[in-house]
């Protein structure tokens, strides 16, 4: 069973920049994705990036497109996400994910498609 354990969250002025760490345990990756979902309050979590660990090819949903980049650094098994321009809608309780990609746009059944997900780190985003 894999391990996630997030890191990196705090409070920020809206435009600031955070970056989000992801340390996972050992894990076969090459089969899933892993990635973030955030969930603001009063409202269900949603996906909003992925990198897939076979190819490292990338998914990123709308609203964070441009303002936000999804990495990893194999040799640690940790996925970073770089946050630039942010805005107040992004408070969230940022949590790191594995499954399928489809997972990351199943809406509320969402938890289908996971195999772990980690305990969350919060993003306050002052105006």
């Known amino acids: 069973e894999v391990q996630l354990v997030e890191s990196g969250g705090g409070l920020v002025q809206a435009g600031g920049s955070l970056r989000l760490s992801c340390a996972a345990s050992?894990?076969?990756?090459?089969?899933?994705?892993i990635g973030w979902f955030r969930q603001a309050p009063g409202k269900e979590p949603e996906g909003i990036s992925y990198i897939s660990g076979s190819d490292n090819s990338t998914y990123y949903e709308n609203s964070v497109k441009g303002r936000f980049t999804i990495s990893s650094d194999n040799a640690k098994n940790t996925v970073y996400l770089q946050m630039n321009k942010l805005k107040p809608e992004d408070t969230a309780t940022y949590y790191c994910?594995?499954?399928?990609?489809?997972?990351?746009?199943?809406?509320?059944?969402?938890?289908?498609?996971?195999?772990?997900w980690g305990q969350g780190t919060l993003v306050l985003v002052s105006s």
């Open positions: 050992t894990f076969n990756f090459d089969d899933y994705v």
């Open positions: 994910a594995v499954g399928l990609p489809v997972g990351w746009y199943s809406g509320s059944y969402y938890d289908r498609y996971l195999e772990a």
